[in-house]
C-alpha cells in the first residue's frame, strides 16, 4: 500500500520535473551566460556500480577520514580512497538498497528496500549482522554516542538498535498520512536529544537511549481539499546551530526553533523537499521550484533569492568556502556567491544528473551522480571568461 502511494506521488507531484516526457512538466530553465571567476577542477572521476537511474533514492555516501563509502541499489557497498579514487573494497549485501550509507570509521550501515538493517565491519569489510526493521529504510541510520544506531523505517517508526549486537532497544511509532513523499529526514544529533522531522510536517526532540519525546510540535499543519495539497513532509535535511534547529518542510513552512524549550524563533512561508544548510550569518535553501534563497538567520528575511536554475530540480545547496554549490537533473554543478547568489563556475559531471547534494571534504568537493559516477573537485581561480569565450 505504501508504495502505490509513492508510485502515485511521483506521478502527481511535479519533484522531479525534467526526469518524465509529461507535456505538462515545466521544462528546465535553459543556462543563461555569466562571467566565470573560477573554475571547477577534476581531481579524479571513477564509475562506479551505483546508479539509480530514474528511481528517486536518495542514497548518499558516508564520508570517513581517507575513503567515501557508496552503496547502490543492486545491494553492493564500495569504498573509494579519498586521495585519487582507487576502490579500496567491495562488499555484496544481496538485497536491494534504499537508504543512504551511515555510521562510523568502524562500522557502516545502510537499508534496504525489504526492510532489513545492515551493519558491516568498516576494519574487514565483512557483515557484523543484519536485522530484520518493520519497512523499507529510505533514511541514512545514524550513531549516536558510538552504541546506538537510530533508524527511521517509511511506515513512520524510529528505532534504537545496539550498534554491537543489532538488539532493537525501543521503539517510536507515528501515524503518517495516507499520501507521503518518498523520503525520510535523517535524525539530527545533540548532546542529549536528537531531533527528526516527521511526514506529518512535525518535528520531535527525543532521548536516544529510551526514546522518550522531550517536545513534539508542528512545523506546519496540513491545508487543502486534496492529500497532495495536504503532503507537508519534512524529508530535507534539518540543522542545528547552536541550540537552533533549522528545518523546512514541503507546501509548509522554514523556520528556526530554539530545542531547549521546543518554541519557534521566527518561521515563514516556504516550501521544500532538500532541506537547509545554515552558515554563520544566514540559512540557505532551494525551494520547490529550484530557486535559491538566502535568509537571514536570526529572523528569516529574504538575504537574497537566485531564480536562474528554475525546474531544473535542483539540489539542496551545501556550503563550500564563500560559495554555494548544488547540482541539477542534467548532471551540471552550479557554483554561486553565498553573499549574493551570483554565479561563478559551473561544470558538468554526467548527464544522468543529480539527487544527492554534493559533499564538502575540506578544499574538496565530492559527488555522486544519479548514473553512479563519483569524482572529486576544487574550485580554482580563473581568468574571466563567458560562456561563449570558453568554448571557442
Excluded at 543563461?32 to 537511474?53: C, P
Excluded at 549516536?144 to 532497544?169: E, F, M, P, S, W
Aim: charged share 25%; proline share 3%; net charge negative.
Amino acid at each position: 500500500m505504501k508504495l502505490s502511494r509513492y508510485f502515485l506521488l511521483l506521478i502527481s507531484v511535479v519533484l522531479i520535473t525534467a526526469c518524465g516526457d509529461d507535456d505538462n512538466t515545466e521544462p528546465p530553465a535553459e543556462l543563461t551566460d555569466f562571467k566565470r571567476t573560477h573554475y571547477l577542477a577534476s581531481d579524479w572521476s571513477v564509475s562506479t556500480d551505483d546508479s539509480i537511474g530514474q528511481q528517486y533514492l536518495f542514497i548518499a555516501p558516508l564520508l570517513l577520514k581517507d575513503r567515501i563509502v557508496t552503496a547502490g541499489r543492486n545491494g553492493t557497498l564500495n569504498a573509494y580512497d579519498l586521495e585519487d579514487g582507487d576502490e579500496l573494497a567491495e562488499i555484496k549485501l544481496d538485497t536491494p538498497l534504499s537508504g543512504g550509507v551511515g555510521g562510523t570509521e568502524d562500522v557502516w550501515l545502510v537499508g534496504s528496500r525489504d526492510g532489513e538493517l545492515i551493519a558491516v565491519s568498516g576494519k574487514s569489510n565483512s557483515i557484523l549482522w543484519r536485522i530484520q526493521v518493520p519497512s523499507e529504510v529510505l533514511a541514512r541510520p545514524v550513531v549516536y554516542n558510538n552504541n546506538i544506531v537510530l533508524v527511521r523505517t517509511a511506515d513512520g517508526q524510529i528505532l534504537g538498535v545496539d550498534i554491537k549486537t543489532g538488539k532493537i532497544g525501543w521503539n517510536y511509532s507515528k501515524t503518517i498520512p495516507a499520501l507521503t513523499l518518498r523520503g525520510s529526514s535523517s535524525p539530527i544529533l545533540s548532546r542529549n536529544h536528537f531531533y527528526t522531522g516527521l511526514e506529518s510536517g512535525r518535528l520531535i526532540a527525543m532521548s536516544p537511549i529510551d526514546g522518550e519525546v522531550a517536545w513534539d510540535m508542528a512545523l506546519t499543519v496540513p491545508e487543502g481539499r486534496s492529500e497532495i495539497q495536504r503532503l507537508v513532509d519534512i524529508d530535507g535535511k534539518s540543522e542545528l546551530y547552536g541550540r537552533v534547529l533549522y528545518a523546512a518542510s514541503y507546501h509548509g513552512r522554514i523556520a528556526a526553533i530554539d530545542v531547549t524549550r521546543g518554541q519557534f524563533l521566527w518561521a515563514r512561508s516556504f516550501s521544500s523537499n532538500t532541506g537547509v544548510s545554515v552558515g554563520t550569518d544566514a540559512v540557505y535553501s532551494s525551494d520547490d521550484r529550484s530557486h535559491v534563497w538566502a535568509l537571514d538567520r536570526n529572523n528569516g528575511a529574504t538575504l537574497w533569492k537566485q531564480d536562474k536554475l528554475q525546474a531544473r530540480s535542483i539540489t539542496r545547496p551545501v556550503i563550500y568556502k564563500d560559495f554555494l554549490v548544488v547540482g541539477d537533473v542534467e548532471g551540471y554543478l552550479h557554483v554561486m556567491s553565498r553573499f549574493d547568489g551570483h554565479f561563478v563556475a559551473r561544470t558538468n559531471v554526467d548527464s544522468d544528473g543529480f539527487l544527492v547534494p554534493p559533499i564538502v571534504d575540506g578544499d574538496r568537493l565530492l559527488v555522486l551522480t544519479r548514473g553512479g559516477t563519483l569524482a572529486a573537485y576544487t574550485l580554482k581561480e580563473s581568468a574571466v571568461y563567458t560562456d561563449e569565450e570558453l568554448f571557442e
